[in-house]
């Protein structure tokens, strides 16, 4: 096995908002409260111990026990559990999507982010507990962004009826699927425990449930403690929150003014905030609730409710209302004693527009962790790099940047012309002092004359380049056959693979792998040769 590691700066793939942030630029320090140091967690349990009560925590672990009690629980994690009724124990947290088998590769390394940092924390800090969450986003309603997953060249997907909170669907239609994944990994060594681990988890009445077998399957001897926020208890806490955002948008305007001053620096805003940040579910229903100046409406029904009429039936059903993705860090951290949500560039950047909403609701705000990105790298793959004089890390570079670096390692004719360039220079320079002591028309002329010749030789490095290209087609073919299959449709293979492409081959060597390699607080792009 093989490591390499770069700065996530140099891989083309992250956003001057989250470089910067990883940067520490100066002018982003009022979008959050403590950048992610091992030593700056003991002030953030300072904070969070005073803004989070035992009651609080009573609460939490009374429906974390009903949410899991049909769960086979390691005992690692129901210890977790209990240990939250504690005002020693703190939570590291990460979200994600309920996609079909995982989703994307990153679901993986989000969770192994969360699950290594709280050992780390335990190390630095043994006076107090530290349990991993995951956070199940199971009030999205984006079906089609989590219907399918990839094995190898094949895309298995679920076609069903959708609409409303994904974490309320039936998975009573998944028997095809089920019969097709059967074909495709039955009988093989590791073929069958991937089988056991979809049909264990597809048997539950929906996919939240379905979502926290498959997570607790897979990491729940590392005590991963699994939340749904779907929950009308859970959800009270958060109903003094929705109500000040329906009758006074506080958290929207909030919101506004950073991302304004977010946008004013130059950076992009990720998440576009609504006038009211809020949605009301009803069974499979879920609609964007919009103020119309005599009351409220539900984006995509006939509903319409005073302010009065809303405040009740929200107070009599708390589960009805829903916060969307800018709310929705806000209601997690109003439930949990966290310390430190975990998540990806995209996730972070619209965590960054909310501190001055946690402010304003004197409410601690979390440091945020940048989750590992991982490039997964087969020996083989590493071998055919090797023979032509590259690296993986090469590979993050254009196509064109790519077979320049390649011909310029492998050529033995210099390609580039610097010194040619610098050895005109220095001889127009002599022909600028004759010029400055004749006529000034003269010095144009010799200006004219010394850009021609530079774009002379650039033209002439760029045909040699190409010429060079033509002459070592062959290798170049093979780097860039190599960048498409780490590189799969041009995108980062964390976002595109799944866990059952790696694990088929490779079994629980990979999981060990990524748990052992993955440093959270590095903030460095990990490439692993397997």
Known sequence: MGQQKI????????????????DQKE???PFYHRFPELAAFKSQIQDKSQNFSLEQRVVLTQQLEEQNKTLNLS????????ALKQKTTFTVTTGHQLNLFTGPLYFLYKIIDVINLCQELAIHYPEYNFVPIYW???EDHDFEEINHFRFFDKSF??????????????TENLSDLSEALKNEWSGHVHGDQLLDWFQAAYAQESLAQATRVLANNLFGEEGLVVVDGDDPVLKKAFLPVALKELNQQACAHSINASTAALTQLGYHKQVHPREINLFYCEDTARGRVIADGQGFVVEGSLKRFTAEELQHDLEAHPERISPNALLRPVYQELILPNLAYVGGAGELAYWLQL???FDDLSLVFPMLVLRTSVLLVPEKAQKKLEKINASAANL???AHDLSSFLIEKITEIPIDFSPQRKMLQEQFSVLYALAAQTDA???????AQEQKQINGLNHLEKRLMKAQKRKHKDQLERLMALRAELFPGGHLQERTQNMSQWYYVYGTDIVTLLKSEIKPLEFQFHILTI
Do not use: E
């Open 27 to 29: 002018i982003l320090r």
């Open 7 to 22: 700065p996530y700066t140099k891989t083309n793939q992250f956003s001057d908002l989250i470089c910067d942030f990883l």
């Open 136 to 138: 199940m986003a199971s």
């Open 75 to 82: 005992a690692k994690s129901q210890a977790n559990i209990q």
């Open 355 to 357: 501190k001055k909403c």
């Open 396 to 398: 993050f570079a254009s």
């Open 157 to 170: 997907a679920w076609d069903t009826d959708h609409g409303g909170p994904v974490g309320r669907l039936s």
């Open 441 to 447: 028309s003269f010095v144009g002329a010799v200006s």
